[in-house]
Every structure is written in C-alpha cells, then in structure tokens.
C-alpha cells in the first residue's frame, strides 16, 4: 500500500509537471526548498543594508570628534577615522575575524583567518557575516579615538589602532558571542545577554578610551595649576550634530542588523533603539538644564548617544517602556559621568569614557534587569560577570598597549606641536585655508 | 470517496515527510504558510529601512535650517531639531499614535496609547507600523521649526512641537489615514487621496509655521520701516545643499515606504519621486534665472523640495510624465510663493510655508487632477475638501496654540537676546568659536 | 490512469481548499508562483535601495569638490551637482535610457524614451530598472564637474552634463552593458567584463573629465611661468571627508545593487568593495608619506575612492584577496597619477582624471587578470578593447563637445570674474556670508 502510493505521489508530481509544460516542474520539496532560499535572499539583503548603515557611523563619529574639538586637528581627526576603519577592516580580516569567530576553545577562535573558510563556489554566508563584524570591529576602534584627541602622534594612533582591531576587541568578542563554526565563548556559555554589543563595542571602546586617555595626560591649558577647569570649545556644532543625526540612523543598523536574520523580532529591536534614544538626549538635556541653567547642546547630543549606547545590549529583549527608563537613566548617567571624568582631571574632548563604557556598562546590566523573561538572579549576576571582566580584560591590556607605544615610539605630540595643531606638524595640511581660526 | 482521498493526501504527506528525513515535511499548506511569512519578513525589512531614510530627515531639515540663517542661531537650531525628534518620539509613543491610528469614531483613535496594543509575544506589526509613522509625526513638526528660526524662544518650542506632535497632527492625520485597528477617518471615508502626505504632513505643517510665523512677526531688521526688504543670507550653503540631499533620499522612503509592504508598486512611487523633484528643482532655478537674472542657489534647493512635497500625495496614482509636470508647477509655485508671503510681511526664513504648505496644497490637487484612473469632479472636490479642512484644523488650533503660548511662557526672545544670537543666550553655546562670525 | 490519476490530485486540491476554509486554495503550481512572486519583491527591495544608496553619491561628489576647492566657488558647486542630477534625470528619461537600453543593433538603442514601454497597469520592472541606471547616469555626469571646477562658466556647464547624460554616456554603455529588450552590445559579444562600471561609469567620467580640464586650460595661478606648480588649497576637509564617507556608503549601492537581484552574490561583492576601498587609502596614505614625509589627507582620501573605482569593474569575479591587491594598485596608480597631470599642467582641482579614469582602465584591466575563472588571453585582450575604445569614443566626443560650448555660448568665465569667484559673479550668492574667507 505504502508502495503504491509513494508511486501515486510521483505520478500526480509528473502530472503536475506536464501541466506546467517544463521538465522540471515544482514539487512540495522544490518548494520548501525555494522558501528557504528566497528567505536566505531576504536575509543576506537585511544583514548587508545594516552593515552598510553602520558603515555609516564611522562618518558619524568622525564629524561628532571633529564637531567637539578645534579647527586646528580637524584634518588631523578625519585622518583617524578613515585609518582606523581602512586599516582596521585589513588587520579584522587577516587576523580578527578569525579570533573572534573562528572555532572557539572558550578563550579564541582558531580558524577562519585571511577569510581562508570562504572557497569560490562555497557558501558566502561567512562573507555577509564577515561584512557585518568588520564594521563593528572599526567601531569599537574609533570609539579610542575621540577620547585622544588633539594630542595623540599620529604614529601612535595607527599602532593602537590596529592592535584594537587585531587583537584587544576580538578576543573579548570571542568570549561573549562565540564561533561562527563550532564551540561558544566562556560567557556565552554563562548565558550573558549582550545582543548588539553594550559590552563587546561600546565598552570595549570606552575603556580601552579611558585607558589611553589617562597615559597620554590632559591636552595643554585644560586643567590649570589652581585646580581649575577650562573648557575647550569645539569648533563646529553643526558639524557635530549631523555626526549624532548620522550616528543615530547607523544604530538602525547596529541593533536591528544584529539578527542577520530578515524577521519580525527588527521591529521591536527599531522601536526600542529609537525611544532609548530619544529618552537619553531628552533627559540629558532637563538634567543639563537643572545643572547649568540653560539646556546644553553637547551633553543633549551625548545623551541621545547615551541612550543608544544603553540600550544595545538589551534591545531585543526589554519592552518599548523600559526602553525608555533604560534610555532615560543613561542620559543622566552620562552627564554625571562626564563631570565626573572631568574633576579627577581625565581629559577626555568628547565624552566617549561617559558616553560607551559608563552607558555601556549600564546597558549591559540594564539588559538583565529588564529582561522581558524576569531578571533572575542568576541572570544579573551573569551580567555583572561580564560588566567586570570586560573592564578587566580591555583596561589592563589596552593600558600596556598605551605604555608600550609611549616608551618606544611616542604615543604623544611635543607640546609645540599640539599648540600649533595636529594638521600642520603631523599631516602638513589644514582644514580651513580660506578662513583664518582664531586660536 | 472523499474520506478516502483525504486518507490518501494525508499519507502521501506521510510519505514526503519519510523522504525528507524530517518529522514535519512540508505540505502545500505548511508552504503557503512559510511563503506568506517570507513575504511579511521583506515587509518588516523595506518599511523599517525605509522609517530609518525618513529618520534620516530630521538631519536634513536641520541643515536646511542651519544653512540657510544665521552663525549665531545654528547651536538654537540643532537643538529644536533635536528635541522635536526626541519630544515628537516620546509624545507620539505616549499619545500621538492612539490618536491617529487607534480605533476611530471619524476624528480620532482611541486606543492604542504608550504602545500599549502590543503584548509582548504578539504580532509586532504594530511596533513596525509605530516606527514608521513616529518618524512622520516627527517631520510635520520639525517644517515649523525653519519658518520660526532666529527669534523663538526655546521653551516655547519645545511646547509647540510636544502639542503639535501629540495633538494637531495626529487628529488630522485619523481624519485622512484612519485607523490601524478599526473603523475609518472622515475624510478617508470621502476617498481623499493622500499616499504618502502631502497635506497630512506636509501641509499641517507648513500651515502650523504660517500660523507661527505671524503671530512671532518678522525677525528685527527684516523689512525696513519704509516698507523694504532686506534679505538675511544664509551663512552655510554647502550644509544647506547637504540637507537638500539628504531630503531627498529621505523621501525614497517616505513615498514608496508608505506601501508598508514590499511589492512592485515602490517602483513607480520611485520613479515619480525622483523626477518630480528634479523637475522642480530645474524650474525654480530657471524661473529665478528669468526673474533675478542670475540662476540663484536658494530657489533651486526649495524648488527639488517643493517637487518632493507635490509629488507626496499622487505618487502612487500619477505616471511618470504626470510628475514631471506635478514637479514643475510646484517649483513655480514655490518661487512666487515665497516672494508673496515676503511681501506681505510674513518672515519665512527658509520658505517653509511655501515649499511645505503651498506645494502640499497643490500636490493634493495634482493627486486629484492627474488620477491614473481620471480625475472625475467628484475626486477633484474630496481632494478640495481635504485641502481646506486642512488648512481650517492647522491654522486654527496652531494659531490658538502660538497665541496661548506667547500669553504664558513666552513665544519670542527679547530683541537684545535676537541681537545677540540665540546660541549664547538660549544655551550658552557658540557654534563656531574657533571663527569670528562678522554680523 | 493517468487521467484517473489528474482528477484524483485535483480532488486532493479541493479538499485542501476546504480545509483552508477558501475556494482559491494553494496548490503546488499556486505556490510556486507565488514563491517566484515574494523573490521578484525581494528584488524590487534591494534594487531601490541601492539606487537610493547611489544617489546618495551625489552629495557625496558635491562635497568631495566643494570641499578640495575655494569658498569663494562652493555655491557654484552645489549648484552644478544639483543640476547634472536633476537636468541628468529628466534627458536621462527622455533620450539616454532608450539610446543606453532599448532594442540594440549593438551599436545603441532604439526605443524606451520617455519611459513609454511602461504602460499602467504593466510589469513596472523597467521602472525599477531605470531608477537604478538614472543614478548611474548621473554619477559619470557629476565626475567631469570636480575636473572643471572654479573656472566653467554655469551654462556651458549645464549643455555638457545634458550632452553626456543624454549622449556620450549612454552610448558607449549600450555597447558593454547591451539591452533591457533585446539585442546586445558589440563590446558585450565579446566577453566584456565590466560588471558594475569601472569603464562604462567611471573611465566615462574621467576621459571626459580630462577633455574638459584640456579644452578650459588651468585655474589662474595655478601655474607659474617659470615652470612652477602652486597648490590651491581646498577650503573645507571635513566636508571633503564626509564626502568620501557618503561615496563609500553609496558604492555599497552601487557595486552589489548592480545585480539587480537579491541573491547571495551580493555578499562577495559587498566584501570585495570594503577591502579594496581600505586597501586603497592605506596605500596612498603610505606613498604620500613616503613621497612627501608626511601621510597626506586629500592623497588618502583620493586613495579610498581610487580603490571604489577600481574594483568596480570585477567586484563580483575576482577573490576578497585578490580586491586588496586591485586596491592597493589603484592607491598606488592614483598618487602618481595626480602627480602627472599635475606635472603636464592639466589642471584638475579634485584628482577627478586620476581616481576616474586611470583607475577605471586599471580596474577594467585587473577584472580580466584576476578573474576567478582565470585571466585568458582572450579576457585580458577584450579588457583592453574595452578600455581603449571607451577613451576613444569619450574622449573625442567630449572634446569636440567641449571646442563647440567654447566657440560659442562659451566655456570659461572671464579672468576677473574667476578671481572674484564664481558663487557672487554666476549666481549672485555668497556661500559663507557671516565670515569673511581671505582670499
């Protein structure tokens, strides 16, 4: 009986195909298989859109960085952030990637180097996969660079710069989001939330920030001999806010991208991002307010980043409302923050310590305190766990990173250098030649 | 007979499944079932991409707005832009959505507040829908901004924008638009066309900026006290043409994006988008090029805006050629529109009124007139309706608002502090302090 | 039997639909339709994006010029950038896609003007389809610009971006490219590589742009007359930079949208592009340091795109691997390339010739040599006819074009109006009015 029908099916499959006047015509199973693969279309298409998008940032940081500081290192700073990600997108590809993602023992991966994994005619996944991390790779790098401005040899810059990319980041990807291949990190294995990467990029970048800011010293004249701070205005306010406007559209990509999946979970991960956002830069904004009697355009932009920042760990697991607390407590966290950083003579020009290592920090512990499954106990201490060792891991080895470069080749400009201005001593350009700044 | 065949389906099923090596094979129907669901998964995609090129507006109305007035305002107008986004997110989550598109008695929705119709498990289409329509809200707010630049006070603005966002414009809007869950809009039930806005994001608000434009009164120095004009030149055209662009890749997703789904018709949506603007924009430089004698940079950028914004409403009922011509008038239109309102004395300092009430206006009625399915009297008049009731609601309640406003809290700084620039005195900034502006 | 067979599926259908509980139930054939369907969507999708995505290049084109010349030129720039998209669409659907697709004799096309094989209600692909070639268009338009920046007179400007949008661009790519109806191009027959446009874009662009920089001569004072070359510094790098951001974003456009379908090609393509782009600037930033001692901005940023361009042609037959090496070439090529043409006095303000056009023949060269299936001798030889009959037909027709606009409406502004700038002599307009530029 079986038999007989198994031949039933076939025939009426033949049929079918006759009706259809070609060879070969579509059966339940071709179909099935074409589903699949028109979603893997939809999939590579969402995945590759979000890279492009958090592409885009590097503009975004690059403008907030220039926006913040002085004319006289504006070339010096687009120089960065364009190395930082060419460099950085060589160095993730040849040794990176494969650290992060390669087969793990727990600690790093093994394989997966030069993308030596991808054959001609294999499966391009690891190439769309690959796309997606380089782009968050270069961002945990150029989040360093903004809290090193206006001093750092340039020199120097491409050294750490590529250690970050290299090694420093990967590794510590490796330990929270595991193998493409086989095996999973140390805490994933624990259950760590860290869905876009609160901890990964933005703490990664901000504490490996806080070291280099503390081993290069505060820029000249911002911290005077009776104890006092100067403020060091940025230049271009303007500027600066189309970064945060870009920054903003790029964690369209961030979050949601971090599926690379095409699925309904985006939408939520959309309105989560957006209303964390905008909690962040509106609090910012009333605690600024409170504090210095008028609402301060620097910290409400960093407070919308703030909220971005915050909210990149738990984005797809916390509801729209506690977005917004999320959000909310991030914008004022970071106005602390960076008053903070400031009193203890850290010298960092745009906030990038406050802004991805304290919010990232808060983030990644708001992702379990605010988990849509209930926050176990277990679960925060887990986040704790990663809050801590990702502090541990990045500040000590970015640290002897920044020792190691200031005490072979120089991780700092000589102070002539740094008064006169990056673009001249260090690329012999200038970023404004038709209109004379008044430094 | 029957029985006997559904026992045969059932174990030809069987069957395939054995052959597949799996428990659950697919069948015809668990197929059409996986196919609707890939369909819905490009839909989430296309609408959420296209709400982030609609984000991705606010950054070009800021530019607009920045370069086109002066040095001394452009921390003020970043900030406006800014917080109408962060506010309009916030408002529009807590109130503005229900209103708009919660279940509708004709004039407004009435459920649907804080996102509350979602439950977390639930279909999220909601939070997708959400996304996309915060971002409009967030448009129609912000086109007020530049027609009431240079002399508003900045806690005025900030209640205008929060009532616009959850008041004004998401009750037109339940008129024309209706509602996500149940029931129709007044208009709607008319068969008003207006795919994508002109006159429910468009016209609210450019007739918002009117109203606030004349109860504000021209910035000092404007028009001489013997009846003259004076022009106040922008102080950035490069960031202003920037923002021109940034529009207009915008609007790709906010005409086509107003499918919410992705299918064939965004082509054509597209396609008249884009030509519209472009033939707009050639009209209003040669009109200004007859009118001034030389082909003058400001026109042109509003006359692509001003195609843009006529093209809003038809755009997914008009052909291509239809656009060309729905383009062109409107860029007429917004270079006589914006000589008009400055020779009665109404201070637009970007011609926001022109290019987003006036060309809104007339979009509306081109969507009538050239009606692929023809444009009967009976369509021609909804259109007409949809129009002045636009107009009556906007004017009329913004104009109440402003006037509430200015009794109260204030709407306009005093003239020292307009002298002065808005920067220092409203936020203590400076946008440019590595330069000396010369005003 | 077999027709026992045919009423024994169809009944089975039946039953099914009365499971489904609807009369149009699905079916084998109905979902295989309907599969092909939600792919042709998917396709739509990631077409329009991309084409989004291109047109976004032109902001970048605009502030990559603005930024490498004088304030005193920037509204003019902004001005020609708008226009050549604008009037570029607008000729583009009158005459240069059905000359570039329509029915080829192999030689050019001969329907498809207007858009009129479009009819209401018909499939709207080639609607799709010329959204995403009026964008390329466009771009060969806007190259020559950067080329003949601070000295062409605004109507001379406007009659050649229509003649190469309408004419010189669309002819030499119906004969790599071929038909969207039927027939082939000549270059096509023969094997041409060209996948995403090095030759039929870029070299297009640049030999153009090298016509023009002959026929005007150089700016005033760019050379001395004892033999020496004086620097014109660009005015603004920071917008210069953000402009090489918004061009590598768009290539991400423009290199995978060039599949015109969302398949899985499109991830190699998107790796291909990052690295040769990163490869690209790495190396110019080296030999400028090499060269000139210090790591120069305009060299690295010419560097990124020299590498965009010269991976165009094989992005999506050459290996990740093999894209570093085509990059790095390119960065190398465009250093001594700008120093060339600087050195035989062709005056090109922005390196439009070198990252164009040199870099375009070398990318179409390096598509035969590295290509997956291996470097024939045939490929490699097709590459060159490819290359060498794209600077014959561009470069002839674009200089005899450029010879007749100076014989008669004229090409060059007057001396005295070059020295004043043309943003106050062509358009009346002041692009930064609140500082005062020295020049």
């Known amino acids: 009986m079986k038999y007989l029908l198994m031949i039933l099916t076939s025939l009426a499959c033949t049929i079918t195909a006759a009706w259809a006047g070609t060879d070969d015509a579509p059966t339940v199973l071709s179909n099935a298989e074409a589903i699949k693969l028109v979603q893997t279309h939809a999939d590579y298409v969402w995945t590759l859109i979000a890279a492009a998008l958090v592409f885009f940032m590097q503009a975004g940081f690059a403008l907030v960085e220039a926006g913040f500081t002085r004319a006289k290192n504006a070339v010096n700073i687009m120089m960065k952030n364009l190395m930082d990600f060419s460099m950085g997108s060589l160095f993730y590809w040849a040794i990176g990637f494969g650290l992060m993602f390669g087969t793990t023992n727990g600690f790093f991966g093994t394989n997966g180097f030069f993308l030596s994994d991808f054959k001609v005619g294999g499966d391009p996944w690891v190439l769309a996969f690959w796309m997606f991390q380089v782009v968050f790779a270069a961002t945990a790098a150029t989040i360093v660079s903004g809290a090193m401005a206006e001093r750092t040899k340039f020199t120097g810059y491409l050294v750490y710069s590529a250690v970050i990319s290299a090694l420093i980041y990967p590794i510590f990807g490796s330990w929270a989001w595991g193998s493409l291949f086989h095996g999973s990190g140390w805490l994933e294995g624990l259950g760590f939330i860290d869905f876009a990467g609160s901890t990964v990029v933005h703490s990664v970048g901000g504490w490996s920030a806080l070291a280099g800011a503390i081993v290069l010293g505060p820029r000249l004249g911002k911290y005077t001999k009776d104890g006092g701070i100067k403020p060091i205005l940025g230049h271009n306010i303007p500027l600066a806010a189309l970064g945060v406007f870009i920054l903003w559209i790029g964690w369209f990509g961030f979050n949601p991208g971090s599926t690379t999946a095409a699925n309904k979970d985006i939408a939520m991960i959309f309105v989560n991002t957006n209303l964390a956002a905008a909690a962040g830069c509106v609090v910012a904004m009333i605690v600024s307010w409170l504090k210095f009697g008028k609402p301060e355009v620097g910290m409400s932009l960093n407070g919308a980043l703030a909220g971005l920042v915050g909210i990149t760990a738990g984005c797809a697991n916390v509801t729209p409302g506690s977005s917004i607390i999320i959000g909310a407590i991030a914008g004022c966290l970071v106005f602390f923050s960076v008053l903070f950083f400031d009193k203890i003579k850290v010298d960092d020009p745009v906030g990038a310590v406050s802004v991805h290592g304290v919010c990232g920090a808060w983030g990644t512990l708001a992702a379990g305190l605010f988990n849509i499954g ?51 001593t260090e690329h012999g350009g200038n970023a404004y030649p038709d209109f004379s700044p008044n430094h």
Chains 1, 2, 3 share one sequence.
């Open 374 to 424: 209930g926050p176990t106990m277990k679960i925060v201490s887990t986040q704790c766990i990663g809050i801590v060792s990702c502090f541990a891991w990045t500040f000590c080895t970015a640290f002897i990173l920044f020792k190691l470069i200031s005490g072979t080749i120089g991780l700092r400009v000589p102070p002539e250098e740094e008064v006169e201005g990056l673009d001249s």
